[in-house]
């Protein structure tokens, strides 16, 4: 599976766009982009995933550069419930697990 | 909503003690997955089941860890003897059909491990 980058921490102003990066430069063809976020003492949860469109759903939007050796996670407004720890994951069709990093620790502040 | 069951929410015990951890996935969940979750670190995937059989165990310490779904639905993780380093949050998650694409995990609220 390809490798991932992500910052560490993020800070955003509630109500402000969280706009959450990460690199996959080694990504082929056949693997997915999917994001999951943590909030503290809780289970994982699933935000949303592609391959090559951008897609939206009620909780965010997964911008892919054309290249895809990049995407943008975003939250277009963010809140305080947004603080969370955000794993990007990659991961091909033919693989049926997700192997996390140590993601990006966001924090929204009033 | 339907949810992933784990317990106990918290677990203390000493050195050299035996530990176990339930899970009980969504109802009709076929694949189920052991995670472990140091303070700070992501997720690690520990072990990965299909129905009753495991598929991946490659990351489970398997001098001291076992895992079993006798018949394919509830789980149990257990870890004999516990050392120090083993303190962790544990995950339980399970998915309805491989991810292949359809992308989502749900996970439960995890058992919390402490060895003393």
């Known amino acids: 599976d390809a490798k991932t980058t992500q910052p560490p921490s993020m800070d955003c102003a509630e109500g402000r766009a969280a706009n959450l990066p990460c690199n996959h430069s080694?990504?082929?063809?056949?693997?997915?982009v999917y994001w999951y976020r943590q909030i503290h003492s809780q289970g994982p949860q699933y935000i949303i995933h592609?391959?090559?469109n951008n897609e939206t759903n009620e909780m965010a939007s997964l911008i892919i550069t054309e290249d895809r050796k990049s995407s943008t996670l975003i939250l277009p407004h963010a809140t305080l419930r947004d603080t969370a720890v955000y794993y990007c994951?990659?991961?091909?069709?033919?693989?049926?697990?997700?192997?996390f990093g140590t993601g990006t620790r966001l924090q929204v502040f009033p | 909503e339907a949810e992933v069951a784990q317990s106990p929410r918290y677990k203390i015990t000493e050195k050299s003690q035996a530990v176990a951890f339930w899970c009980d996935p969504i109802?009709?969940?076929?694949?189920l997955y052991w995670y472990r979750q140091i303070l700070g670190q992501g997720p690690e995937l520990l072990v990965q089941?299909?129905?009753?059989?495991?598929?991946?165990d490659s990351q489970l310490p398997k001098d001291r860890f076992s895992a079993e779904r006798l018949k394919g639905v509830d789980s149990t993780l257990k870890i004999q003897p516990a050392e120090l380093g083993d303190s962790a949050m544990y995950l339980c998650?399970?998915?309805?059909?491989?991810?292949?694409?359809?992308?989502?995990?749900?996970f439960g609220e995890g058992s919390r491990l402490t060895v003393l």
């Open positions: 998650a399970s998915s309805l059909r491989p991810l292949a694409g359809a992308g989502e995990l749900f």
């Open positions: 080694t990504i082929s063809g056949n693997e997915y």
């Open positions: 592609g391959l090559k």
């Open positions: 994951i990659v991961t091909s069709y033919n693989t049926d697990k997700l192997i």
């Open positions: 109802s009709g969940h076929a694949t």
């Open positions: 089941f299909q129905d009753e059989s495991v598929v991946d």
